[in-house]
């Protein structure tokens, strides 16, 4: 399984960005994703995550409301809309699939991971 997350830039605050992570050498429809960010000198932080059809997705407090996650099965590929940006929102996003665990935050249910991507939200 290989995943390539893009999308990423520099944003002011209050912007938007869209997140893309294209997923290959996987039947991606069988795979529960989600998306993490890891700010310079942090821990790897759980975003939002979404199960193999769709149907349920689940936020972290801190992005509830203003991202959304999503996936187009029939492209292999998973989005994140990130609106209302702020300065803490800096972080490199990464994407990361996960099977047989449904929704999870904890980065230990996901077996393979994108190499993120670098937001950065000025102020």
């Known amino acids: 399984v290989q995943l390539q997350a893009s999308g990423g830039g520099l944003v002011q605050a209050g912007g938007s960005l869209r997140l893309s992570c294209a997923a290959s050498?996987?039947?991606?429809?069988?795979?529960?994703m989600g998306w993490f960010r890891q700010a310079p000198g942090k821990g790897r932080e759980f975003v939002a995550a979404i199960i193999w059809n769709g149907g349920t997705t689940d936020y972290s407090g801190s992005v509830q409301g203003r991202f959304t996650i999503s996936r187009d099965n029939a492209k292999n590929t998973l989005y994140l809309q990130m609106n209302s940006l702020k300065p803490e929102d800096t972080a490199v996003y990464s994407c990361a699939a996960s099977l047989g665990y449904g929704l999870r935050r904890t980065p230990s249910h996901y077996s393979y991971w994108g190499q993120g991507t670098q937001v950065t939200v000025s102020s």
């Open positions: 050498g996987c039947t991606f429809s069988g795979y529960d």
